[in-house]
């Protein structure tokens, strides 16, 4: 079991105008009252800037989706660790399933990814998480574990210092759900690999996501291994958002 309070992360992806964030933002901040649990928004990287200068100072955090694993160089269209890190954001998606299968992110890459991230003082949000077919095969424990196992390997004694975000790929913008109880499966046997590389597992925050919303976040939330939720669709409604802000802060 985690032993922070629970951290609750939307994931905007390609969504947002500078109008709509304009908007989008305060709302989320005006209704934060009673909110108790960690939360932020992870935004594209041309509005860091803006999320910055609306969130400083603030209860709501921001972050990146995604860091070079390059540290600096010749790599036309990349964004660093330092880079992010002069915008201050806390976290950075390393690892979302959208990147493994759309841009080719292989174990390593993502490891690396982790590993710029913490060099520059940025939390690494660790995505794993198996397909339909492989849940299907037997081999969601095999795929999630092999998964983490190269960032474990990267970042050594660090690893104390990610969060983890169990996301099958199958329930992503689908509507469909992992249950509560196959959400937990996976993250004991999350925890236990974590447990057997540092004596810190329990401060790993290990995130729930797919398909998770305002009706469903609370049952999900009440394992006791999921520490949170990396929120796509829902978090994009502020209602919505701060409704699961506030199942998280029970
Ligand atoms: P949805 O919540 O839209 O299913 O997205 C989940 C996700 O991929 C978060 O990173």
Redesign the pocket.
């Known amino acids: 079991m985690g032993m922070t309070s629970k951290l609750m992360?939307g994931?905007w992806?390609m969504h947002g105008s500078l109008a709509a964030n304009a908007s989008l933002l305060p709302d989320i901040l005006s209704g934060m009252g009673g909110v108790t649990c960690r939360a932020a928004v992870?935004v594209s990287a041309v509005y860091l800037a803006q999320a910055q200068s609306l969130l400083t100072g603030s209860a709501l955090a921001w972050g990146a989706q995604d860091v070079s694993a390059h540290e600096s160089g010749a790599y036309t269209g990349e964004v660093s660790a330092a880079m992010l890190h002069d915008f201050a954001v806390r976290y950075a998606?390393v690892g979302?399933?959208?990147r493994r299968q759309y841009h080719g992110e292989t174990d390593a890459v993502v490891a690396s990814k982790a590993q710029r991230a913490l060099a520059a003082g940025i939390t690494p949000i660790v995505?794993v998480g198996e397909s339909q077919a492989e849940r299907e095969a037997g081999q969601t424990e095999s795929v999630v574990k092999r998964q983490l196992a190269a960032v474990i390997h990267a970042n050594g004694h660090c690893i104390s210092e990610i969060v983890v975000?169990y996301?099958p790929v199958w329930?992503?913008?689908?509507?469909l759900t992992a249950s509560p109880e196959q959400a937990q499966a996976v993250h004991a046997v999350l925890r236990a690999q974590l447990q057997a590389a540092t004596a810190h597992a329990d401060r790993v925050s290990i995130l729930y996501?797919?398909?998770?919303?305002a009706d469903n976040a609370a049952s999900l939330l009440a394992q006791p291994d999921v520490d949170g939720g990396?929120?796509?669709?829902?978090?994009l409604k502020a209602p919505d958002f701060l409704s699961m802000l506030k199942a998280a802060s029970r």
């Open positions: 992360v994931n992806k992870c998606i979302h399933s959208e995505c975000a996301e329930a992503i913008g689908t509507g996501g797919g398909s998770m919303n990396l929120i796509g669709g829902a978090s």
